[in-house]
């Protein structure tokens, strides 16, 4: 057991890539098989070995020009080196074991359109997935505040605003420019962007202030728009709910 504790001090001041190489070419006895089957080049892992042998003091292979033996040194460390990698290996395998269980309560807050509509089943798929998991849902279109709102995640379009926030992406929203064939055929259809400034949008706002102002892009070509239209609303599956009526 002091073996061990000797082996995981000096363990953790070698890189464990480095080790595992150690470990490969004491079992092919040979530098060049070793990197084959770690997929690296031989002056790779020639060279972690030798990182070894530097933080070690010691020669962990005895070199011939044609093949490796352990050394003395080595056939006394290795065997330890591994143990304490397989210790290690089965300690992240516990820990990955319990991360891919989720259990407990997630708080989370969607806008209302992506909450109705597209966020539904892969919350259902979740559950299933996972059923020791409780899940408390917020619909709202507003921007959250992590502790007054007591939220543990949020799905939003675009990138948070907030730099103390930690953001990914788990789906593209393309944008999609559309309008019904009837009010088409009543009001005309338009061939640049700039036509739609007499053409009626339908908006959603946040905090009162709608976006009305639409980009287009085309090459290194870019248009905006200042929209006008009677429809405006915070709630966006009530927007879409009028796009598609």
């Known amino acids: 057991r002091e073996n061990l504790l000797n082996i995981f001090k000096e363990f953790l001041k070698m890189s464990l890539d480095d080790l595992i190489v150690v470990l490969r070419v004491a079992e092919f006895r040979n530098i060049t098989a070793a990197a084959t089957s770690l997929d690296m080049r031989a002056a790779t892992a020639s060279a972690a070995v030798k990182r070894v042998e530097q933080e070690l003091g010691v020669e ?10 352990l050394s003395a040194a080595g056939e006394k460390y290795l065997p330890h080196c591994k143990q304490a990698i397989d210790l290690l290996s ?11 269980s989720v259990t407990g309560e997630i708080r989370l807050s969607v806008s209302s359109d992506l909450g109705r509509n597209r966020v ?12 020791g998991l409780n899940l408390r849902v917020q619909i709202t279109d507003t921007n959250v505040d992590f502790y007054r709102d007591s939220v543990d995640m949020a799905l939003r379009y675009g990138a948070p605003s907030d730099t103390n926030l930690y953001g990914f992406k788990i789906c593209d929203v393309p944008r999609l420019l559309c309008a019904s064939p009837d009010y088409l055929s009543r009001h005309g259809r338009p ?49 879409r709910r009028w796009c598609v009526a």
Do not use: C
Not at 60 to 69: A, I, N, Y
Not at 90 to 100: F, G, T
Not at 211 to 221: H, I, N, S
């Open 60 to 69: 962990l292979f005895v070199r011939s020009t044609r093949r490796l033996r």
């Open 120 to 131: 539904v089943p892969w919350i259902d798929e979740l559950m299933a997935t996972h059923p």
């Open 191 to 239: 061939i640049h962007p700039d036509d739609l400034e007499n053409h009626n949008g339908l908006f959603y706002q946040l905090q009162d202030i709608p976006f009305d102002l639409w980009t287009f892009k085309r090459g290194d070509e870019e248009y905006r728009v200042k929209m006008t239209g009677d429809r405006a609303s915070n709630d966006g599956d009530l927007v």
């Open 90 to 100: 089965q300690a992240q395998q516990n820990l990955r074991s319990e991360v891919d």
